[in-house]
């Protein structure tokens, strides 16, 4: 399995939560020459999810929780996409051609996925099975950033949870996080979650009803240590106010 498609934290957290991040690095692989991108579109959130790393890394201290991070770019392949998704490796992200991504054969494809999206999922699935192993119970938790401007679209909403069908947790959670009164919260706002086009919640957590919540966190909100540390805090604290289970 290659190692740097994913980091695992506190792999024997005893906490209800398992965390991961689909797209928690902007790095490329050496041999991929930046797929022929400068750096400065690589600062950018199509290359990652800007801070989601860092609440992850705090969420993971909070609550003794397992956490596994994507070690690779979203422009190399998006582990948060269906395999025979058009933008699972982006010929264009946000408007930015992305040379690399250009006319790949199917072996150049497969490859991608081989070295990163499989072993980041399955560094999930080990945990889950582990976990199980152990006689836990896990509750997923996708975290995720959201840009707070989209093609001239403002996006008011600080913080926002996405969700498919079932609302058991994003019910309580929605308004344990709008009960200070102090912020916007999206409900499905700019996001829904899609089992035809998402990946990670639908094959990990809904195949197994494994109770889920998909978060969006404003990157503004979440760009520096500060900030991701006060979520991380504000987000766990929402979490001990509903009841689960």
Known sequence: MNSEAFRTLRPKGEGRFLLFCDHASRRIPAELENLGLPASELDRHIASDIGAAGVTTELSDILDAPAILCGTSRLVVDCNRQLAAGDLIPVVSDGTAVPGN????????????????????????????????????????????????????????????????????????????????????????????????????????????????????????????????????????????????
């Open 102 to 245: 250009r006319n790949l054969s199917e072996a150049a494809r497969q490859s991608r996925i081989e070295q990163w999206f499989e072993p980041y999922h399955a560094a999930v699935e080990a945990v889950i099975a582990d976990r199980q192993a152990r006689g836990l119970t896990s509750i997923a938790l996708s975290i995720h950033s959201m840009t707070a401007c989209l093609a001239g679209n403002a996006r008011p909403w600080q913080i926002a949870l996405s969700s498919d069908d079932d609302r058991s947790l994003v019910e309580p959670m929605l308004e344990a996080l709008r009960r200070p009164g102090d912020v916007t919260v999206g409900d499905n706002q700019p996001y829904r979650l899609d089992p035809a086009v998402d990946y990670s919640i639908p094959f990990h957590a809904m195949r197994r009803n494994m109770p889920y919540l998909q978060v969006e966190f404003r990157q503004d909100e979440i760009a520096g240590a500060a900030g991701q540390v006060r979520w991380a805090r504000r987000f766990a604290g929402a979490l001990a106010a509903i009841r689960i289970g």
